[in-house]
C-alpha cells in the first residue's frame, strides 16, 4: 500500500493564480482531513470529509475550497492564491476521527509559496 | 485562548535522561487524545494514544489527567533517534482534531 499520497511536493505561485494540490489514499478510510502547517501555529485543520460526497469546514477553511467525488481522493483548490497562504499542507486520512483508535496517516506535505 | 497549549522547548537532554512533556486542553468535552512526533521537514507520525488510565509503550508513557486537562508524556532512557518534534493532539468529540504547537526534543550524545 501507498498510504496517503500528495502532489505536488513543492509549488511556487504568484498571487492571484489557482492550483489544485491533490491528495489520494489506499487504504479504504472514510475520513480525510487537510492540515496547513505554520511556524508557531500548530497544525490547523482546512476541510474535512468523512466520506464520498460530505465534506464540512475546519478552522481555517476561508480562501480553500474541496470535494470528495470518490472514498480514495480529497483534492485541495486555492482559487486565487495570496501570500498568507504560503505553508507546508499536509494531508491526512482515518477511519474516523472521534475515537482514540482512529490513527490518522499524513501524507509526505507540499510546501507551498505564494509571491 | 488556544485549544491545545504545549511548551515549545527546546528541550535538549543528554542520552539515558528521563524528559516529560505537559500538554494542556480548554474543552472539558474532549474526548480521545494522541502524542505525534514529527521529524524535521516530514510528516507527522502517531506515537501512542492516550487512554483515561494511563498506557506505556516500551520507553515512553502517556497519562491523561481529565479533572486537571492537561495530558503527558515521559519518555526515559532518552535515545539521539528520539529527537523530534512531539505534538499534542486533542479531538473534542467532533469531527475536528486539534494540534498542539509542538514541544521540540533534542537528545544530544
Known amino acids: 500500500n501507498a498510504g496517503v499520497t500528495q502532489t505536488p511536493k513543492f509549488q511556487v505561485l504568484k498571487t492571484g493564480q489557482s492550483m489544485t494540490l491533490q491528495c489520494a489514499q489506499d487504504m479504504n478510510h472514510e475520513y480525510m482531513s487537510w492540515y496547513r502547517q505554520d511556524p508557531g501555529m500548530g497544525l490547523r485543520l482546512i476541510h474535512y470529509?468523512?466520506?464520498?460526497?460530505?465534506?464540512d469546514q475546519g478552522e481555517v477553511p476561508n480562501g480553500y475550497n474541496v470535494s470528495r467525488s470518490t472514498t480514495e481522493d480529497f483534492p485541495l483548490r486555492l482559487l486565487s492564491a495570496a501570500p498568507s497562504q504560503t505553508s507546508v499542507y499536509f494531508c491526512?486520512?482515518?477511519?474516523?476521527?472521534?475515537?482514540?483508535?482512529?490513527?490518522?496517516?499524513f501524507g509526505a506535505g507540499t510546501r507551498l509559496s505564494v509571491l | 485562548r488556544k485549544e491545545v497549549e504545549q511548551d515549545p522547548g527546546p528541550f535538549n537532554v543528554p542520552e539515558g535522561a528521563t524528559v516529560a512533556f505537559n500538554c494542556t486542553y480548554s474543552?472539558?468535552?474532549?474526548?480521545?487524545f494522541f502524542w505525534y512526533r514529527q521529524d524535521c521537514r516530514k510528516e507527522p507520525k502517531l506515537l501512542m494514544s492516550v487512554y483515561s488510565s494511563g498506557n506505556e509503550d516500551g520507553r515512553f508513557t502517556a497519562q491523561l489527567n481529565r479533572a486537571s486537562q492537561y495530558i503527558s508524556l515521559l519518555i526515559r532512557d532518552s535515545k539521539l533517534s528520539d529527537s523530534a518534534t512531539y505534538l499534542c493532539v486533542v479531538n473534542t468529540g467532533a469531527n475536528n482534531l486539534f494540534f498542539g504547537t509542538g514541544t521540540r526534543l533534542t537528545v544530544i550524545p
Open positions: 491526512a486520512s482515518s477511519y474516523g476521527a472521534v475515537l482514540a483508535k482512529n490513527i490518522q496517516y
Open positions: 474543552n472539558s468535552a474532549s474526548q480521545s
Open positions: 470529509s468523512v466520506g464520498a460526497g460530505i465534506t
